[in-house]
C-alpha cells in the first residue's frame, strides 16, 4: 500500500496506483514470518529496509508506466490464499524459517 501512496503523492494516475500496488505485493507473497526468539526485531528490521527499496522501485516502475500482469486485487487474493496454504510454523511462531535455524534455536533472549 506504500507503494501505491507514493504514486499518489507523485500525481500517479488510479491506474498507475494500482499496478505499484501490485509489484510490491508480489515481491513479498508468501514471505516467512519467522521470529527469531520471539523478537520481530530479528529479522523484521533488515525486512523493513528491503521493503522500503521494494515500495520505492515498484512506484518508480508505475510510475514509469510499467504495468502488472495480475492485476492488484488479484494479487491481494492470492497473497491471502498463499497466508491460508502456509503452514503454522512459518506464521510468526518462531518454529520455522530463520527461527528453526541452528543459531535462531540457540538465541535467548
Known amino acids: 500500500m506504500a507503494a501505491g501512496a507514493v504514486v499518489e503523492l507523485a500525481e500517479g494516475s ?4 494500482s499496478n505499484a500496488v501490485a509489484f510490491a505485493l508480489k515481491n513479498v507473497l508468501g514471505l516467512v514470518y519467522d521470529p527469531v526468539g520471539g523478537l520481530v526485531e530479528i529479522p523484521c528490521i ?3 529496509a528491503m521493503g522500503a527499496a521494494n515500495v520505492l522501485i515498484s512506484s518508480d516502475m508505475a510510475l514509469a508506466g510499467i504495468k502488472s500482469f495480475i492485476p492488484a486485487d488479484e494479487v491481494i487474493d492470492a497473497m491471502y ?7 503454522v510454523e512459518l506464521k510468526e511462531t ?3 524459517g530463520l527461527a528453526a535455524t541452528p543459531t535462531g ?5
Open 14 to 17: 488510479p491506474d498507475q496506483v
Open 46 to 48: 533488515k525486512r523493513n
Open 81 to 87: 490464499n498463499v497466508g491460508r496454504m502456509m503452514p
Open 94 to 96: 518462531a518454529l520455522g
Open 105 to 109: 534455536r540457540n538465541f535467548m533472549v
